[in-house]
């Protein structure tokens, strides 16, 4: 199961945007089948039907056109746009003026 959360980005119902979006959250699944045979050593598994859902959150803007098209029943084409980071590098702060880093090393 895969799940994404987030403040940035966009969500569209159709070509129309969201507007006031505060949130929002995605979440994909996939069945595990199970294939282990008698003779196999390990478990072994392949991938079945898979299914996904997600939920935004907004402040309620009567004038939009995209949050009017989202009504209970309606057929709605979601497009969403993921800002992606990379992982964080941690930093080292430099040495002040006369100061010294020590560094240990395990053995």
């Known amino acids: 199961m895969a799940t994404h959360k987030g403040s940035e980005g966009t969500i569209k119902v159709g070509s129309n945007a969201v507007a006031e979006l505060l949130s929002y959250s995605i979440t994909e699944n996939v069945d595990l089948i ?3 045979n008698i003779t196999d050593a ?3 598994y ?4 898979t299914s996904w859902g997600g939920e935004i959150a ?3 803007d009567e004038g939009d056109t995209a949050q009017s098209a989202l009504t209970i029943g309606a ?3 979601l497009s ?3 800002k992606v980071l990379p992982p964080a ?3 080292i702060p ?3 003026q006369g100061q010294s880093i020590e560094r240990c090393q395990e053995n």
């Not at 392949?46 to 039907?49: D, E, I, N, S, Y």
């Open 80 to 82: 969403f746009t993921l």
């Open 89 to 91: 590098t941690p930093i």
């Open 46 to 49: 392949t991938t079945g039907k």
């Open 94 to 96: 430099a040495p002040r």
């Open 58 to 60: 907004t402040n309620w």
């Open 42 to 44: 390990a478990r072994l």
């Open 75 to 77: 057929s709605v084409t």
């Open 34 to 36: 199970e294939t282990t």
